[in-house]
């Protein structure tokens, strides 16, 4: 995940722990982000804020700023805003694991529909919006019935 993605979903896991929070922090009081704050302080060490971008940081961080120790924010503000050197702790970016996919042998499977007809197939069954390439199908299709080899009958 990228980590604006963890910050969000610690954020609704801090509000939900907090009923009666409103919605929009906007309209939040001073004991509504002390309540978060209380709630999150043992999530917000692990969190990388120096590995996001400047535009995940104004969307998405600042309207919470208030949760933050005034140095750690400062030091935010410093590395977006005037590219200064910081004195918090830089957290090193956390590695997004992609799986290696074993090398397919590719083998002419039917004569009806060839590898780029499974790919497409493949990615209907996982519900994407893109289509696999060959080479990352993560389901092997196997020939269950074939007239030429099996016969036409119903046998």
């Known amino acids: ?3 604006v993605e963890i910050w969000n979903y610690i954020i609704k896991w801090g509000i939900a722990q907090n009923s009666g929070l409103p919605s929009d922090p906007e ?4 004991e509504n982000f002390s309540a978060l704050k ?3 302080q043992n999530c917000l060490p692990h969190i990388s804020f120096f590995q996001m971008s400047g535009d995940d940081i104004i969307n998405n961080v600042q ?3 208030q949760i933050f120790e005034k140095k750690l924010w400062k030091d935010i503000m410093k590395k977006y805003m005037a590219n200064e050197p910081i004195s918090s702790t830089v957290l090193p970016p956390r590695i997004i694991l992609k799986p290696a996919l074993p ?3 590719i083998e002419t499977f039917s004569k009806v529909i060839n590898e780029t007809h499974a790919a497409q197939i493949a990615s ?3 519900k994407k919006d893109d289509t696999y390439l060959v080479m990352d199908i993560p389901y092997e299709f196997k020939l269950l019935i074939c007239g030429s080899r099996d016969g036409f009958t119903a046998a």
């Open 27 to 30: 309209y939040w009081s001073h």
């Open 38 to 40: 209380t709630t999150l």
């Open 124 to 126: 209907w069954i996982d």
């Open 63 to 65: 309207p919470y700023q």
């Open 1 to 3: 995940m990228e980590e």
């Open 103 to 105: 090398t397919r042998i």
